[in-house]
């Protein structure tokens, strides 16, 4: 019997409320389970701005201490980084059972992060893209490739 895909997302000490609601938006339009966010900035400053679509009602949003803590069970955690070392996106093959981890807008994922990730991948741009813009291009890839996932679409 094959697996359920499943999918969620760690956050490691996003910046902003703008940041956050966005990338819950992503996850409402892409149907991830769940997010996960590390670090006080956003704990601060907490308002759905750019959340209009008021996903944090049906996907839970959920602060975390450790985000390592958290991997669901036979999830490969994937960190989302521009690092030497890493796989370019557009060759990557999504695992079945993911959580992707993603930097600050304002800085990179710490290393201690990428080091216990199975997976780190990269989106190749000219410049650099905000956390809003990356999540949805992760995202977009994983539904667009569909059958280039271990064990396909599972959508009816």
């Known amino acids: 019997m094959a697996m359920k895909r499943y999918c969620c997302i760690g956050l490691s000490n996003p910046k902003s409320p703008e940041n956050v609601g966005s990338v819950?938006?992503?996850a409402g339009c892409y149907g991830v389970n769940s997010v996960f966010y590390s670090g006080t900035r956003y704990a601060r400053a907490k308002d759905f701005v750019t959340d209009t679509k008021r996903v944090h009602l049906d996907i839970?949003?959920?602060?975390?201490?450790?985000?390592?803590?958290?991997?669901?069970?036979?999830?490969?955690p994937v960190a989302v980084e521009l690092v030497e070392g890493a796989r370019p996106l557009p060759e990557y093959t999504h695992p079945d059972r993911a959580i992707y981890f993603f930097g600050p807008e304002d800085g990179s994922l710490d290393k201690s992060i990428r080091d216990w990730c199975e997976d780190v991948v990269y989106v190749p741009t000219q410049g650099s893209m905000n956390l809003a813009a990356?999540?949805?291009v992760v995202l977009y890839d994983r539904l667009?490739?569909?059958?280039?996932?271990?064990s396909g679409p599972k959508f009816k």
């Not at 839970?60 to 490969?76: E, H, K, R, V, Y």
């Not at 667009?144 to 271990?150: E, L, R």
């Open 60 to 76: 839970p949003l959920i602060a975390i201490d450790d985000l390592q803590s958290i991997i669901p069970l036979g999830c490969t």
């Open 134 to 136: 990356t999540v949805n």
């Open 144 to 150: 667009a490739k569909g059958n280039n996932t271990k």
């Open 24 to 26: 819950m938006r992503a």
